[in-house]
């Protein structure tokens, strides 16, 4: 062989291990951080200061977390399947300028799990008993998902205890019917909920709603092989959230909370009971405090169904009808805290300055 060639082949070879090694290493980071985004993000909460504890609130226990106090009380409300740490990613920043305090909502985390206040009106009067209780004065909310639903009840119900709003694409129209049987929260989580209460056969929710999920026949060919992994790791680990190596931590974080959701706050979505004496657009009118509404992506599919809280109609339609309000679209998915925490928490800190 010739030197030159030879020269050249190791070149090459030497080429090829370093390629390798650092395929190897990016796929270890990314199983990594797929595997452990949550306890990392949950260190800098704890570093940060934040201490959990619990309260009775009209009977009913409400877990939460509090920050230090380092400014205005900001109340913030998770959204359906989420538990207060959802907000993990924001929460170091927010507690820079805000005295924190973020709840379990009922069904969810280590709050009560008690059916009768599963609806807005029930848990808005019992998160408004908690800011009396608790905060001791008005507050800034802000409230994802579900979470702001029950910001809009507050404000509207409660504007003495609230100095304004952040809406954190909230299903505002779309959990109503008819509208409602058309949406990705309906066929997917309300249908799983109401059908696991109904059976007998499957006593961990966690592997029902893998077997059922919507979402999962986006997957097509790689479900039934995602399915198994979910048996498997659940079978082992009963104890654990159900974590999928291979997932991103957008995607992990819809089934960390499973394990400690109650599918009967979800049968409140199919049945409608959860709006019930809750009219989203007479709320939406009367309130006159400051506030911001952020629509996220949103898309509907081959058959129809809304893939998002809202689409840009209903939050238009929403925006008319507050009398001080900020539409903001962020290039986000659903659980944007999550997925853009540093463009949310700026907005938070903005809001901060514009009610002075």
């Not at 100095?163 to 989580?189: C, H, Q, W």
């Amino acid at each position: 062989m010739r030197p030159g060639l030879k020269r050249a082949l190791g070149i090459a070879f030497k080429a090829l291990i370093v390629l390798v090694l650092l395929l190897v290493v990016a796929f270890g980071t990314y199983v990594f951080n797929n595997l452990t985004y949550h306890d990392r993000a949950m260190a800098g909460v704890k570093r940060a200061g934040f201490v959990e504890k619990d309260v009775t609130v009209g009977g009913s226990r409400i877990h939460y977390a509090e920050g230090p106090d380092n400014g205005p009380a900001l109340l913030l409300i998770h959204g359906q399947l989420m538990d207060w740490t959802g907000y993990a990613r924001v929460l170091p920043d927010l507690a820079e300028e805000y005295h924190v305090f973020v709840v379990d909502c009922y069904g969810h985390g280590k709050s009560e799990k008690d059916p009768q206040k599963y609806s807005a009106k029930a848990m808005g009067r019992d998160l408004v008993q908690f800011i009396r209780q608790v905060i001791g004065e008005p507050v800034v909310v802000s409230g994802h998902s579900s979470g702001g639903l029950l910001a809009v009840w507050l404000t509207a119900h409660s504007p003495e205890w609230v100095r304004g709003a952040v809406f954190e694409d909230p299903p505002l129209f779309t959990t109503l019917f008819p509208r409602a049987e058309k949406t990705f929260n309906y066929v997917d989580l309300s249908t799983i909920c109401h059908r696991f209460v109904q059976q007998r056969e499957e006593s961990d929710f966690t592997l029902y709603y893998v077997r059922n999920s919507y979402l999962l026949k986006f997957f097509q060919d790689a479900r039934p092989g995602m399915i198994r992994y979910a048996e498997n790791y659940r079978k082992k680990h009963r104890d654990r959230p159900l974590r999928y190596w291979f997932m991103p931590p957008v995607m992990n974080e819809g089934f960390r909370t499973l394990p400690e959701y109650d599918p009967r706050f979800g049968v409140t979505f199919y049945d409608g009971s959860w709006n019930e004496g809750f009219d989203h657009a007479a709320a939406l009118k009367k309130i006159e405090k400051p506030t911001v509404l952020i629509l996220a992506n949103w898309s509907y599919d081959e058959n129809g169904i809304l893939l998002a809280a809202m689409d840009e109609k209903d939050a238009r339609r929403a925006h008319t009808l507050l009398k001080n309000n900020r539409l903001i679209k962020v290039d986000s998915g659903h659980n944007f805290h999550f997925e853009k925490p540093r463009e949310f928490v700026r907005i938070l800190l903005d809001f901060k300055k514009r009610i002075g």
